[in-house]
């Protein structure tokens, strides 16, 4: 199983351990809301984020919020594709469950990923 894991890079598993904070709601993603009850990212968290996603409205105040708890977008963060970080997903669930992957430390991360970067 280490060998399995050692094979995806560290910003990989950096984003799965951050999707994980966000979906058990550990972590919160950097912004505000406005006085109409939508949320706006921050510039660090947008990424990409308001260019692909419907812009809130008082109908849908959410719709940057949701976006931003997906796994595709804290692959984004961390700076791998979707695909790379939905493998290390899936292989860290082999062995952890998702409350054991939201606890990794980065300093856990990386020993995990063998030192790759």
Known sequence: ?????????????????EYM????TF???EGQWDSQ??????????????????PPSR???????QAAHSL????ALHGVTAQQARDALKALRRDHSDMA????TAEQVHV???GAA
């Open 101 to 104: 992957i939201s606890r990794l």
């Open 72 to 75: 595709k977008h804290c692959a």
């Open 37 to 54: 009850g939508r949320w706006f990212p921050s510039e660090r968290e947008d990424c990409g984020l308001t260019t692909s996603i419907r």
């Open 21 to 24: 904070q966000r979906t058990l």
């Open 27 to 29: 972590k919160f993603p």
């Open 112 to 114: 995990l990923a063998g």
């Open 1 to 17: 199983m280490k060998s399995l894991i050692k094979t995806h890079s560290a910003m990989a598993l950096l984003a799965v351990v």
């Open 59 to 65: 109908a849908w105040p959410k719709s940057y919020w």
